[in-house]
């Protein structure tokens, strides 16, 4: 058994023990999809853009994993407050295999979570319009679940306390989440907005599980599926340098 | 086993460690005593990879802890003076992600997690999520999990603390058997005097990030002429308190990472 996968285990048991958690979790999700998919509903049907609740829901899906993966992949600095993370680097383990195992588990952690934000959404009244397209999507959750869970630990290896959260979520999370095109359309988008849309890594993830799930598409599988893992590969080596780095 | 040259810390103008040398031969219980704020733990922190120093050499059995941070892993265990365990996790599941950390094998793994959480009496609460247990009962499930692996050098940074002496008792008998069956060198830190005069065999006592003796535990007490290591461990070290300095030590430590200095 090695060093990796007993930190995967670690979070997912740590997950698994977090019932109230998970009942939480799933609060925010499904308000996004009510409120916003019932509610701005009619004027995307006027718009002639269709079902909001079948385009809202691919969206609502990558934000919570989004969250999930940020939120555990900082899970990092839980750890160090609580001084496990003196355990993890005084072991003889390559740090790169720590913050890969750690990683691996948040992005577990997040596509489970999605998984269950996508059945909320079934029972919402969301359908996918074809079965045989869901491994692709499950694909695309796995990973914008990796890209962000490294992000994440790469955050938490930065941060030296848990004051800096609260930055991360409005500097950072939000904008992720509202620039990434989960809740609208990219099409006409203003100039300035499409621009930074196409930066926002997220952007990608949502388009392609929107492709997978409904058929619609701005970018492309072979695009999506491109961007996504180079910024993962990215995240993945600046966060083992940042996790490499730690002094405590 | 362990040689210090010169080693120096500072926190921007703050001195945590000044100039400190030292060496630890093989098989030795060398205990490093110091007030609180003196600069053990920040010692201990460089020695054991956690912490880069500004100045100076550290050898760790022929290696660098820089250069050479997993070799150099591989060869100590530690039990942290503050706490470093799983709160999630079951006292089993921490033993096991340390087993599996450093490579026990996972027969052995079994059954010395069995014996040594046995042996501080934790056995029974072996399933239990760590968050629910005493601070006693966490500090036992540190100390035990230390002893699960058999390092070349054991670093016991004020294991005691808050122990019984029942547990202090077995801690310590468990430590010199492991020094005198499988050679471990042991380095320790403690604020009770009358242990380390009964484990140690050699002593340094450091104050203001300077050492300001060495020797065993006999010569401490010849140097200074008094009859116990308490009384010469004052008479070094003044009878003033020190929590004021450790307190700005740790100002000063939290000023610089706040800032993000961390070299």
């Not at chain 1, 890594?201 to 799930?213: C, K």
């Not at chain 2, 010395?112 to 934790?122: A, D, G, I, M, Y």
């Amino acid at each position: 058994m090695s060093a990796i996968y007993v930190l995967w285990l670690r979070e997912l048991r740590r997950y698994v023990r977090s019932r109230a958690q998970i009942a939480a979790s799933l609060g925010q999700p499904l308000l996004y999809l009510i409120a916003l998919g019932f509610g701005l509903g009619p004027v995307f049907q006027k718009a002639g853009q269709g079902n909001y609740v079948q385009f809202v829901a691919p969206g609502i899906i990558s934000m919570s994993i989004l969250f999930s993966s940020i939120f555990s992949g900082m899970g990092l600095l839980w750890d160090r407050q609580f001084g496990f993370l003196k355990e993890t680097l005084v072991a003889p383990v390559p740090r790169f295999q720590i913050m890969l195992g750690k990683t691996l588990g948040a992005a577990t952690v997040a596509v489970i979570q999605g998984l269950l934000v996508a059945i909320v959404c079934f029972i919402a009244g969301f359908r996918f319009a074809d079965w045989r397209t869901i491994p692709i999507a499950l694909l695309f959750m796995i990973l914008i679940g990796c890209l962000f869970s490294a992000l994440g630990t790469a955050i938490g290896s930065i941060l030296q306390n848990i004051q800096g959260f609260q930055l991360v979520m409005n500097f950072l999370v939000m904008p992720i989440f509202f620039l990434s095109g989960a809740l609208y359309p990219l099409s006409n988008l203003p100039g300035a907005l499409s621009l930074v849309t196409r930066l926002d890594p997220l952007t990608y993830g949502v388009d392609g599980l929107r492709s997978a799930l409904i058929g619609i598409s701005t970018f492309g599988f072979v695009a999506d599926l491109s961007v996504l893992l180079a910024v993962t590969l990215i995240f993945l080596l600046v966060g083992s340098r940042l996790f490499s780095k730690i002094q405590v | 086993m362990i040689r210090v040259d010169n080693l120096l810390k500072k926190y921007g103008d703050f001195t945590a460690v000044d100039n400190i040398s030292f060496h630890v031969a093989p098989g030795e219980i060398f205990a490093f005593l110091g007030p609180n704020g003196a600069g053990k733990t920040t010692t201990i922190k460089m020695l054991t990879t956690l912490l880069h120093p500004t100045g100076g050499t550290i050898t760790i059995d022929g290696l660098d802890p820089m250069r050479h941070s997993n070799e150099v892993r591989k060869r100590f265990g530690i039990v942290f003076q503050d706490p470093s365990l799983d709160g999630d996790m079951t006292a089993a599941e921490n033993m096991e992600i340390h087993g599996v950390f450093y490579h026990v094998p996972r027969k052995v793994r079994l059954e010395r997690t069995e014996s040594l959480l046995k042996l501080f009496e934790l056995w029974e609460k072996r399933n239990e999520q760590v968050k629910v247990f005493s601070g006693g009962m966490k500090r036992r499930l540190e100390i035990a999990r230390g002893l699960l692996h058999t390092p070349k050098i054991l670093f016991l940074d004020e294991p005691t603390l808050g122990l019984d002496p029942q547990t202090r008792n077995q801690l310590w008998t468990h430590v010199k058997h492991l020094n005198q069956t499988e050679g471990v060198t042991v380095f320790l830190t403690t604020h009770y005097m009358d242990e380390a005069d009964r484990v140690a065999q050699r002593i340094a006592i450091i104050d203001h990030g300077k050492i300001v003796a060495q020797g065993t535990p006999q010569e401490l007490k010849q140097q200074t002429g008094k009859d116990s290591l308490e009384d010469a461990f004052l008479s070094l070290t003044g009878s003033t308190i020190r929590d004021e300095a450790a307190t700005s030590a740790d100002q000063m430590r939290q000023m610089a990472k706040m800032w993000g200095n961390r070299r």
